[in-house]
T-cell receptor, first 112, second 116 residues
């Protein structure tokens, strides 16, 4: 069975500095992987997705993620954090059927 | 708007009340889901409907009762809830077949439920 791990429950960065949110997955074969963002009291919004095409995936709001099969990782990055990036970020994996596995989430704080 | 609409946005109910949450999508999706999001807990999948048939019920208490009259509408009927049921209830939809793997979910904005 697939599992998704987000190593950090909380990440804090200063505005203008790089963001790295880590995600590792376990799967018997190449999964589909997603990053979602949730702002306070809002639903989840899709940031980007990997579906076995290019391993470097670009998403909205300047975020990107790289699928590394050898490391079973799909870390989310952004070169320069903005105050509006403060939110909860979820890594999600899909392996079979229509159900997906959610990571526990990483809360990103952006300091002025 | 994402294409998945949830109403109401906020709901406060007493433990003896009966209320319903509504979810609506016009994306042509065939699968719909209810998730519960509690503070400091991972997202919990509650119910899955695929082509209007319930395909998963993750040991949810019977005080939560889903209804899916068609592939565009999903309800969650609530009765005699407990304070620990207070949470954000999220509805999502997807293609409902293997192509979902490429598209993921589309989520609604959620209903913030408070049980008093």
């Amino acid at each position: 069975a697939q599992s998704v791990t987000q190593l950090d429950s909380h990440v804090s960065v200063s505005e203008g500095t790089p963001v790295l949110l880590r995600c590792n997955y376990s799967s018997s074969y190449s999964p589909s992987l997603f990053w979602y963002v949730q702002h306070p009291n809002k639903g989840l919004q899709l940031l980007l997705k990997y579906t076995s095409a290019a391993t470097l995936v670009k998403g909205i709001n300047g975020f990107e993620a790289e699928f590394k099969k050898s490391e079973t990782s799909f870390h989310l990055t952004k070169p320069s954090a903005h105050m509006s990036d403060a939110a909860e970020y979820f890594c999600v994996g899909g392996e079979g059927g229509q159900n997906f596995v959610f990571g526990p989430g990483t809360r990103l704080s952006v300091l002025p | 708007e994402t294409g998945v609409t949830q109403t109401p946005r906020h709901l406060v109910m007493g433990m003896t009340n009966k209320k319903s949450l509504k979810c609506e999508q016009h994306l042509g999706h065939n699968a719909m889901y209810w998730y519960k999001q509690s503070a400091k807990k991972p997202l919990e999948l509650m119910f899955v409907y695929n082509f209007k048939e319930q395909t998963e019920n993750n040991s949810v208490p019977s005080r939560f009762s889903p209804e899916c009259p068609n592939s565009s509408h999903l309800f969650l009927h609530l009765h005699t809830l407990q304070p620990e049921d207070s949470a954000l209830y999220l509805c999502a939809s997807s293609q409902g077949d293997e192509s979902s793997l490429g598209y993921g979910y589309t989520f609604g904005s959620g209903t913030r439920l408070t049980v008093v």
